[in-house]
């Protein structure tokens, strides 16, 4: 009889499929949850809004109220210098009304196709669906990724276009017309986000590292398509807006505040990653602050291995990439929010996903005793435990290489001890001290240059959050203990080579399960933006002219809106009593206030430094602490005569 074909595992597949509906059914869930409206998503849909109905991509705000000085500032805004997001939120508001709703979407669409890109890689690059899964897993669960598909951002856009340049760069090796496309993509990035200069500049970079002969193929796509992008947004307001954006909003990179003391900006950038103050809009919690303290020193030990062992020139090209990146940003956005690391994280999850299935099948056995994963799990949290800056260089001493311990195999891409070769010798000792030079930088970086943020890192690193990591720890030592005097061996003897996957794999399980939870328990205090919207149609006359804050203006779109928060601007430029007379000029109807109005402009209980019209409270709307909240409605009185 012939033997029948094997049936195909779909074990893999139900996995798969079980996954995506969970973060297909949690997004959809929270879509209008995380995080609350903010005044970016609303400066964004109101660039979209104003390009749908006008064809202009500027800040429609300012208009009839504001003095003349505003009027360059219309082209000024930086969502100007994003034409190719403005053009496709303008083209979700077309096919799916204005809303909140509309404006997630798109980016909850584009960082799904971000996912599976990641994951067609992740098969691309081991064949393994175990690999695909762990990228899945890794960056699906990320809080960072989670709200950047939730927010009305470009970051969503640009992780997407970044993704696809960087899948087109792997395959230039099969012929120019993926090099020619990759160019196309690197400036489209450009387009969709000031911050695309980096992908681009990673894109030559890497190009130039893995197939140099590539690169005019390359320069070629990137010229055809920055015609294009230049042709379509007129550089004659282009270039101005961002002149003025330059001046009037004194950006100033971390060159600019260190000059060029590199240990500053190394200082500026650690902000970033060990102990930032907010996450975009949203204050940070301190079980955020930590899993990404955690999640930097996982990458960082990683990409240290990878480019100690990881010779293949795909490898390498995706740690240069990320390096490049890295350098990028920190040069140029160092002092910005981790809202931005939201283009990093599929690459990351790329890179740690891989990183682990190689170690896994080049160092650990096929079947790990309680004992060793016992081991893993101890020294996981272990690590996760101590001072942020002491996981990577200890992750760093693991990585170096060692004999595979499965014959067939060998060592140069797994997470191993050094052991001794056939001569006995030792790995060499320099590199245990470069471990400990990796430790000692980023401390002498943040505690001579940012000791605030130093002290904030140690404060994180020692006291972890909650007692339950605590517990584990207690937990997985005890087992270790008793395990080893059951065997009667010493608690190192326990340690196999087959630990240290084993341990990685823990530390990214205690990764995932930190952005989980921290995802999920922000969607859960955040109010629903629906109830709000009703109130506010409620209190609201269609045909009032309004003075509200600028987040609400998806709430009231439909209205003749102006934005308050401008007026600081104003009154900057022009004085109070300027103020006054073109708030009076335009004869608002409704005044919304919320806390920061009255923090900008209620002085002992009035109103004069603002408007000279007397005002009545018409109600207020309290739906919790998420958008600030109370909001108070305000009619304008004013006497007919």
């Known amino acids: 009889m012939a033997s029948s074909a094997p049936a195909p595992n779909r074990r893999p597949f139900a996995a798969l499929a079980a996954a995506w509906l969970l973060l297909a059914g949690f997004h959809l869930w929270s879509l209008e949850l995380f995080p609350p409206p903010n005044p970016d998503e609303s400066m964004e849909s109101s660039h979209a809004y104003s390009l749908l109905t006008t064809g202009e991509n500027v800040y429609p705000l300012f208009d009839d109220i504001f003095p003349p000085q505003f009027a360059p500032l219309a082209h000024a805004y930086p969502n100007v210098l994003r034409p190719l997001y403005n053009a496709a939120l303008a083209s979700a508001f077309r096919l799916g009304g204005v809303s909140l709703g509309s404006g997630r979407a798109l980016s909850l669409g584009f960082s799904a196709a971000a996912l599976l890109l990641t994951c067609w890689l ?107 992008l230049l042709w379509w947004v007129r550089p004659d307001r282009f270039l101005p807006s961002w002149i003025v954006f330059q001046g009037f909003f004194a950006y100033a990179p971390p ?90 994280e599929p690459f990351l999850a790329l890179m740690l996903g891989t990183c682990l299935h190689r170690a896994w099948r080049e160092d650990g056995p096929r079947r790990l005793s309680a004992g060793v994963m016992l081991a893993g799990a101890a020294g996981a949290a272990v690590l996760c435990l101590a001072s942020p800056f002491l996981i990577a260089p200890t992750l760093w001493v693991l990585a170096l290489p060692a004999r595979s311990s499965r014959p067939g195999l060998t060592a140069g891409t797994g997470l191993s001890l050094p052991v001794s070769d056939r001569n006995g010798t030792k790995g060499r000792r320099w590199e245990v001290w470069l471990a400990v030079l990796v430790a000692l930088l980023p401390m002498f970086c943040l505690r001579v240059r940012a000791p605030a943020v130093f002290s904030a890192s140690m404060s994180l690193g020692v006291q972890a959050h909650g007692s339950w990591l605590g517990s ?12 080893s005097f059951w065997a009667r061996r010493s608690p190192a003897a326990l340690l196999t080579p087959g630990w240290r996957p084993a341990a990685l794999a823990a530390w990214l399980g205690v990764l995932v399960a930190c952005n989980a939870v921290e995802s999920v328990s922000r969607t859960l205090r955040a109010p629903r933006f629906s109830p709000v919207k009703a109130e506010l149609d409620r209190l609201v006359p269609r045909e009032a002219k309004v003075l509200g804050p600028q987040r609400l203006w998806l709430a009231l779109w439909d209205r003749d809106y102006r934005d308050w928060n401008a007026l600081a601007y104003a009154r900057w430029l022009t004085g109070d009593r300027d103020v006054r007379r073109y708030v009076s000029a335009w004869k608002p109807d409704i005044l919304i206030a919320d806390s920061d109005f009255r923090r900008m402009f209620l002085k002992g209980g009035g109103l004069a430094q603002f408007c000279d019209a007397p005002l009545e409270p018409v109600g207020v709307i309290d739906f919790g602490a998420g958008f600030g909240q109370p909001i108070e409605v305000f009619r304008f009185v004013r006497t007919r005569r």
Request: include cysteine; aromatic fraction near 12%; charge should be positive.
């Open 255 to 344: 060159v600019r505040t260190w000059g060029w003391d590199v240990f500053g900006m190394a200082a500026s950038e650690l902000n970033r990653w060990i102990a930032p103050s907010a996450m975009g809009h949203e204050p940070m919690t301190r079980l955020f602050s930590w899993t990404l303290a955690l999640e930097w020193s996982a990458v960082l030990a990683v990409w240290l291995a990878g480019w100690r062992t990881m010779k293949d020139a795909a490898s390498r090209g995706l740690l240069v990439w990320i390096g490049t990146l890295t350098a990028f940003y920190a040069f140029f956005f160092a002092h910005k929010n981790p809202q931005y690391l939201s283009v990093f």
């Open 472 to 483: 584990a720890l207690a937990a997985a030592v005890a087992a270790v203990v008793v395990l």
């Open 122 to 228: 992740a098969w691309r690059r081991t064949g393994s669906w175990a690999a695909v899964f762990l990228a899945l897993t890794l960056l699906g669960s990320n809080a960072v990724f989670t709200a950047g598909s939730h927010d009305v951002r470009p970051e969503a856009m640009l992780g997407f276009l970044a993704v696809a340049a960087y899948a087109c760069l792997d395959l230039a090796s099969h012929g120019q017309a993926w090099a020619v496309l990759a160019g196309c993509l690197a400036v489209a990035c450009v387009g969709a986000h000031t911050n695309g200069a980096g992908v681009a500049l990673a894109s030559v970079v890497t190009l130039a590292w893995t197939a140099p002969r590539r690169l005019p193929y390359l320069a070629l796509g990137g010229f055809a398509a920055g015609t294009a």
